[in-house]
């Protein structure tokens, strides 16, 4: 063996050791491409499935869907799901602004998710006293999950869809450190419900 190569040898086993030796500090230094950061957020029906929602709903009667978050952002996340209620003529959501709509919530889990880990939970409901006059109806209180919430909602008879419309939905607020508030994350999910005086 010459001198020659055993050098080569050398010198190459000094540049592999260094390399595994500064590996963490490359890991800081260099970006690596991530993959995309987003947040799910999803409804599921009363069978777990994407399908069999509530729809024609009467006072006094339990209605159940399944409410999910998904957590990809590459960290961990402190999320709002606020849910409202609305009827036709009161806007939802603007997603192209990326503005929540202006309803208050009647209803809000606040949950801490790691990153890949998702939350999901039966969400429960009823309309109480519920009252129907000439073409309008008017809902003073729901329940969720128990709870009993006033909402003091009307809605007018839709005669070209023949009911009374109301739309549950759900918006998704991400804790902002930076501010030290939540902000609106732009995902929403909603279900429309005719409200029937009996069915």
Known sequence: MNFKNVRHLYMSSCIVLCLIFLSP?????????????????????????????PFNVSSGENYHVFLGVGNQMGEFEYYSIR?????KSELSPDSGAGLPSSLEPIFEYRVFLTNNATWEKEFSFSFEDVFFEDKVSRVSRIS???????????AVWDGADSGFYYQLFFELWIYNATV??????????GFWLNVNKSL
Do not use: A, D
């Open 144 to 154: 969720i999950n128990g709870y009993h919430v006033n909402v003091n909602k009307v």
């Open 83 to 87: 849910v409202k209620l609305r009827n």
């Open 180 to 189: 030290s508030s939540f902000q609106f994350h732009n995902r929403c999910v």
């Open 25 to 53: 500090t490359l890991v800081v230094i260099v970006p690596f491409p991530e993959g995309e950061k987003f947040s799910e957020l999803w409804i599921l029906g009363p069978t777990h499935m994407m399908e069999g929602y």
